[in-house]
């Protein structure tokens, strides 16, 4: 199965980011039309979090507007910037979670097991999972089918070295979820957003994948105590493929028609 996956959207009723030089709702424009335009078309999209910046109902009417020309399903999970609520709300098939109290889920695909976990904290920048979750994600990936599972959320697992954003990042519940990964040996990988930046590990012997935004980036400085800085690199739509009895590979794909150029 080929999974594609975009991240961190920040689609937002206000006039763009970086001085107006990036506007969200093109930038997802074009990273659709980029979708339908891959081939092998993908099988599913996947959306790791930050959908919008303010979590608004307008804003996302705007993004189930832009998703209608997709050529493929999609399915979302809420990151810091989102309502969890609200996105239950607006994009009924996009996040189809029926538990009380987050907005995880399950998707069984054509010989793979998406299992949507929701890291959001209301009102919070960080992520954390609280024994509910977790105990839901035991049962999630413990009822598969028989194939690989992929495990999709916002944020990362793990510090990233851009301390900026560990100091938001998955901040309780990451020993646990670790030992539920690495448990479940036919879980094929682990794909996330939030850092605005495409970066690679792996977890108990899991990939583990982090997208870029489709809109803009975190300049990547990994000297300790730097200054979170936003910079203007293309964005990226991740594929990855996922068979059974192997682990995931992923790949980056450009997006070539990036809003620009720029002068300073």
Same mark, same amino acid.
Request: glycine residues 10%; proline residues 7%.
């Given at each position: 199965?080929?999974?594609?996956?975009?991240?961190?959207?920040?689609?937002?009723?206000?006039?763009?980011?970086?001085?107006?030089?990036?506007?969200?709702?093109?930038?997802?424009? *074009?990273?659709?039309?980029?979708?339908?335009? /891959?081939?092998?078309?993908?099988?599913?999209?996947?959306?790791?979090?930050?959908?919008?910046?303010?979590?608004?109902?307008?804003?996302?009417?705007?993004?189930?507007?832009?998703?209608?020309?997709?050529?493929?399903?999609?399915?979302?999970?809420?990151?810091?910037?989102?309502?969890?609520?609200? $996105?239950?709300?607006?994009?009924?098939?996009?996040?189809?979670?029926?538990?009380?109290?987050?907005?995880?889920?399950?998707?069984?695909?054509?010989?793979?097991?998406?299992?949507?976990?929701?890291?959001?904290?209301?009102?919070?920048?960080?992520?954390?999972?609280?024994?509910? *979750?977790?105990?839901? /994600?035991?049962?999630?990936?413990?009822?598969?089918?028989?194939?690989?599972?992929?495990?999709?959320?916002?944020?990362?697992?793990?510090?990233?070295?851009?301390?900026?954003?560990?100091?938001?990042?998955?901040?309780?519940?990451?020993?646990?979820?670790?030992?539920?990964?690495?448990?479940?040996?036919?879980?094929?990988?682990?794909?996330?957003?939030?850092?605005? *930046?495409?970066?690679?590990?792996?977890?108990?012997?899991?990939?583990?994948?982090?997208?870029?935004?489709?809109?803009?980036?975190?300049?990547?400085?990994?000297?300790?105590?730097?200054?979170?800085?936003?910079?203007?690199?293309?964005? *990226?739509?991740?594929?990855?493929?996922?068979?059974?009895?192997?682990? $995931?590979?992923?790949?980056?794909?450009?997006?070539?028609?990036?809003?620009?150029?720029?002068?300073?």
């Amino acid at each position: 199965m080929l999974v594609a996956q975009i991240s961190d959207l920040h689609i937002s009723r206000d006039s763009g980011f970086l001085a107006g030089r990036v506007d969200p709702l093109l930038c997802l424009e *074009r990273a659709v039309a980029h979708l339908n335009r /891959l081939v092998p078309r993908p099988d599913v999209l996947l959306i790791s979090g930050d959908l919008t910046e303010h979590g608004g109902a307008d804003e996302y009417a705007r993004i189930l507007e832009l998703l209608s020309a997709l050529q493929m399903p999609a399915y979302a999970v809420p990151g810091n910037h989102d309502s969890a609520a609200m $996105m239950r709300d607006c994009l009924p098939l996009q996040v189809p979670a029926r538990e009380p109290g987050h907005a995880s889920f399950v998707i069984e695909g054509a010989g793979l097991r998406i299992v949507g976990l929701d890291t959001s904290v209301e009102g919070k920048a960080y992520g954390a999972l609280c024994a509910d *979750r977790l105990e839901w /994600l035991e049962h999630a990936l413990a009822g598969r089918s028989g194939g690989p599972a992929l495990v999709f959320m916002h944020h990362p697992p793990f510090d990233t070295g851009i301390e900026a954003m560990d100091r938001c990042g998955l901040l309780h519940g990451r020993e646990r979820f670790g030992e539920i990964i690495q448990s479940h040996g036919a879980v094929a990988g682990v794909v996330c957003g939030h850092v605005h *930046r495409p970066i690679q590990t792996t977890l108990g012997g899991v990939p583990v994948h982090v997208a870029s935004s489709v809109a803009h980036q975190i300049a990547l400085d990994l000297n300790r105590d730097a200054r979170l800085a936003y910079c203007l690199e293309p964005g *990226r739509v991740s594929l990855h493929r996922c068979l059974p009895g192997v682990p $995931m590979v992923s790949h980056s794909s450009y997006i070539r028609d990036f809003p620009g150029p720029f002068e300073f």
